[in-house]
Nanobody
């Protein structure tokens, strides 16, 4: 059984928008931070955005002003709203959840985002 289930990736034209979702199973408790990473072909995985349990957010400089991370604690779900997408945003996007006193990290299976005309 998948512990993190992602959805929302796809193909979009430059300037378009996509919304990613990631839902954690109820067995992951208590959830601390939630976030999104991405990995483009031939590149290392990089942090895109994170949100703390209290709602504090942080973003990579490359996505500031274009991407918005949010979470619904009642649904154990984190979202990434991506606007003004650029070809360089093309990557596999991974959801990350940090849980418990030992801050165990869980990863989603990844969802492909392709920005191309």
């Amino acid at each position: 059984q998948e512990k993190l289930v992602e959805s929302g990736g796809g193909l979009v034209q430059p300037g378009g928008s996509l919304r990613l979702s990631c839902t954690a199973s109820a067995s992951i408790f208590p959830i601390n931070s939630m976030g999104w990473y991405r990995q483009a072909p031939g590149k290392e995985r990089e942090l895109v955005a994170t949100i703390s349990s209290g709602g504090s957010t942080s973003y990579a400089d490359s996505v500031k002003g274009r991407f918005t991370i949010s979470r619904n604690n009642a649904k154990n779900t984190v979202y990434l709203q991506m606007n003004s997408l650029k070809p360089e945003d093309t990557a596999v996007y991974y959801c990350n959840v940090n849980a418990g006193i030992r801050r165990v990290a869980y990863w989603g299976q990844g969802t492909q985002v392709t920005v191309s005309s």
